[in-house]
């Protein structure tokens, strides 16, 4: 049972990259993890927990993107459609291991980043500021402020691989 | 076009056509190019969640713009700051906002077991027989525990409610009386709760005050005297030791010491200012705006069917619903008129 709840990290990441809505990827997984407490019972030992969680998880999409988006259009379930298969193919236990081993990492590592670009990420991440309103308070325009969080997103992605490199972390 | 941006702009829905087109083809086509989607998109959920789990950071120096958000987060609802940290004045009253739907009956943890009080997410802090303990998602929360939200935290009760505590909120989970399936006493902050149904009593309860759930989705808050309540959906009654109220669908009542309980003016749509953060709609229909703000909220929606499909771009984030709504109106060059509950569009 604990095991579900190790991976759901991973399993947010994955509603999110389906629904496209942090809160409604939160409920989601809260939602599936509810169900499994349920189901726990059906759970084939030695199969992959990750995967039989994201199932359910995928089941909880489906029903928030219904209930959220009823007027969306085709188009974009054929590409949520496509993100699904991609997770599907892509995605294992292996993945959600490393988000989790990830996770310890960019915590040190946004412990370290500099007073400037950790106020921009938390701003844009927990805040959830759009990038105008950003923007407008750091005094620069919309896309060069895109391309700044994107370039302190990538010096994160380098620390991380630095701290995982020396097994600075673990889960 | 950049990778990174690709997927950004998928995440954000603001893909356009062509990218739609490459972004497709590329997903289907390029192993290499989904995984590092892939990648991208935990990459993402891993920013949002560390940074949501870290404290508020001030204004930088030499910085002269103030943040919007920091002149008009918590107006009206005010008093209240995200850290958690109560101010000078009143309590801002918790209300409720949809959090998720809690399982019918009772659940069952683990086979040997039964069932449990659990963290869902979030981190708490739980002193347990004098020790402070560090809990992370899917640990056992006892009775007797004193926890106290070190982030927004969900727990999930035995009986299949619901509850997230605010930041900084503290509550012990007292032993069941007779007759109850649970007891929280809230001695510190705010918390929203989702009951399930199913037999017994539910109650919160403050220094000598109780509510009691009928089977709800709710708030309460710690007031410096009493408890603060909201009900966004379902009956709840609200007791003090002089008296006890009745509330329902958008009310809100207030309830201290030996004073008789009272009904206030408390809107608990305002709830969704902590306990659901910023949703964005970018180039949706106002009738897909005007849905999720019917199912998240107690307000209803009179808008022709032709108005249905005019195209907004929206934030809902700190803002009370009513704001929302007048900007959605704003936007579109509409007219909108608030009488109570229902919120009449027109051109």
Known sequence: MRSAFRHQDALIGYAYGILRDWALAEDAVQESLIVVQRKWEQFSPGSSMYAWVRQIVRYECLDARRTAQRLAPMEEQELTGLVDSAFEQYADDETAERVLERKAALRECMEKADERSRTLILRFYRDRWPFEKLAAWTGRSSSALRVNLLRIRRSLRDCIEKQLAVGGCGP | ?347
């Not at chain 2, 902050?189 to 009593?201: E, I, N, P, T, V």
């Not at chain 2, 003090?240 to 009745?246: D, F, L, M, N, P």
């Not at chain 2, 809107?267 to 999720?292: C, I, K, M, S, Y």
């Open chain 2, 1 to 347: 076009m950049n990778d990174e941006r690709l997927f950004d702009n998928y995440l954000r829905k603001e893909l356009t056509a062509d990218e739609t087109k490459e972004f497709k083809h590329r997903l289907g086509e390029e192993p290499a190019f989904a995984r590092e989607f892939l990648a991208y998109v935990h990459e993402t959920g891993l920013m949002v969640q560390v940074a949501s789990r870290m404290e508020r950071v001030a204004p930088e120096a030499g910085s002269t713009a103030t943040p919007r958000a920091e002149q008009t987060s918590w107006v009206g609802a005010g008093r209240w700051r995200r850290d958690g940290r109560r101010s000078s004045r009143v309590l801002w009253p918790a209300a409720a906002a949809c959090l998720l739907a809690a399982a019918g009956g009772a659940l069952i943890f683990g086979l040997r077991n039964g069932p449990e009080d659990r963290l869902l997410a979030g981190e708490l802090r739980a002193t347990r027989q004098g020790q402070t303990i560090s809990m992370k998602a899917g640990e056992r929360i006892e009775t007797g525990d004193r926890i106290e939200a070190a982030s927004v935290a969900t727990c999930l009760l035995r009986d299949g409610s619901v509850v997230k505590l605010d930041r900084g909120s503290r509550v012990v989970l007292r032993p069941r009386a007779r007759g109850e399936r649970g007891h929280l006493a809230l001695e510190e902050g705010r918390m929203f709760l989702r009951a399930a149904k199913a037999r017994g009593k539910l109650v919160i309860s403050g220094e000598k005050e109780e509510v009691e759930i009928l089977g709800t989705v709710f708030g309460v808050a710690k007031m410096e005297a009493g408890l603060s309540v909201s009900v966004f959906r379902g009956q709840v009654v609200v007791r003090s030791t002089a008296g006890e109220i009745e509330i329902g669908n958008g009310q809100s009542a207030q309830a201290a010491g030996s004073a008789k309980p009272t009904l206030t003016d408390t809107d608990p749509n305002q709830a969704l200012l902590w306990a659901r953060e910023t949703t964005e709609f970018r180039h949706r229909p106002l009738g897909e705006v005007a849905d999720w703000i019917e199912a998240n909220s107690s307000l209803t929606f009179d808008i022709p069917q032709p108005l249905r499909a005019e195209i907004v771009s929206i934030t809902i984030s700190e803002d009370p619903m009513r704001t929302v709504v007048r900007s959605v109106c704003l936007a579109c060059g509409l007219k909108c008129d608030i009488a109570g509950t229902v919120v009449t569009i027109r051109r």
